[in-house]
Every structure is written in structure tokens, then in C-alpha cells.
């Protein structure tokens, strides 16, 4: 007698990924992200969450320029990583998208334009640098403990 799941998985065909699939995480023996890189990137997310409540520009860019830079810091220093450039693709697009109409002079009100293509390309520098960063099981749980207790102390205030 076999017993069958009620619930099937959405590949039929295989129940795992390839072993060919390349991954942020895959760094060479001996060369693993440093502590300073988790250090930054909570202080930057904390920080952002503190100053939400500024109306001033600068804070943010501030906080947009950091992640930025930490970003390019993550990408020149290397780390062994094999990057998957489908996830980066898109993500790039995006991130480029306002820099290009600033270029090409098709906007509105350049300003705006500005401020939303920062945003964007600092959540683009977000996203690679916590799938950098976060890429090892225990470190990315100390970091959203850590976050976690930030976030409810701040509940709490």
C-alpha cells in the first residue's frame, strides 16, 4: 500500500534544483564575508528606520549613499561569489531606469526624477548586498534576531 501527498509540489519532474544552479553564496574556502559587512548593513537599516520621520532629503540620501557604497565595497572586494545575473538583471533595469531619463533628458521634473532613481538604485544596492551579506544561515538569524529586538524596542518607545 503507498500513501500519496493530497498536495502535489509545483515541479513534477524534479523535486530539487540542479546542482549546476550558481547561487551569491557559493565563496571559496578560507574567504567568507566579514562581520563588518552584517555590522554596516544593520546599522544603515536602523538607521533608515530612525529617520523616517525626516521630511529633509539629505537624510535619506545619506542613508541611500551608504547603501550604495557598501554595495560597491561588497561587489569590488569579490569574495569567491559566483553571481547569478538573472537575479541581477532586472534589478540593474530598474535601478538604471531614472539615471537613463536624466540622461536623455526625458523628464518632467528632474528633481523627482532624481530622488526616485537614488531610491531605487539603493534598493537595487539592498538586495545585493543582503544576498550577499545574509547568505550564510546563522549570521542572516543573529542578524534578523538583532533586528527584530531593534524593531520592538523601537514599538515599545
Known amino acids: 500500500m503507498r500513501i500519496r501527498p493530497i498536495l502535489t509540489p509545483l515541479n513534477a519532474v524534479r ?3 540542479s546542482l549546476s544552479t550558481k547561487t551569491l553564496s ?3 574556502p578560507g574567504r567568507q564575508m566579514g562581520r563588518w559587512e552584517s555590522v554596516v548593513l544593520f546599522a544603515l537599516a536602523s538607521l533608515a528606520t530612525l ?3 525626516s521630511s ?3 537624510c535619506s540620501w545619506a542613508c541611500q549613499g551608504g ?3 557598501l554595495a560597491a565595497i561588497i561587489s569590488l572586494r569579490g569574495y569567491g561569489h559566483t553571481i547569478d545575473y538573472k537575479m541581477l538583471l532586472p534589478l540593474g533595469a530598474i535601478a538604471l531606469w531614472g539615471f537613463v531619463q536624466l540622461a536623455l533628458g ?3 521634473y528632474r528633481y ?3 530622488a526616485t532613481a537614488l531610491k531605487l538604485a539603493s534598493y537595487g544596492a539592498i538586495a545585493f548586498s543582503a544576498a550577499a551579506v545574509l547568505s550564510l544561515p ?3 538569524e543573529a542578524w534578523l534576531r538583532w533586528f527584530t529586538m531593534f524593531s520592538v524596542g523601537i514599538g515599545l518607545v
Request: proline share 4%.
Open 51 to 53: 529617520l523616517i520621520w
Open 56 to 58: 529633509d532629503p539629505l
Open 106 to 108: 526625458a523628464t518632467v
Open 26 to 28: 557559493e565563496a571559496k
Open 112 to 114: 523627482a526624477t532624481l
Open 138 to 140: 546563522q549570521r542572516r
Open 15 to 17: 523535486f530539487r534544483t
Open 67 to 69: 547603501l550604495l557604497l
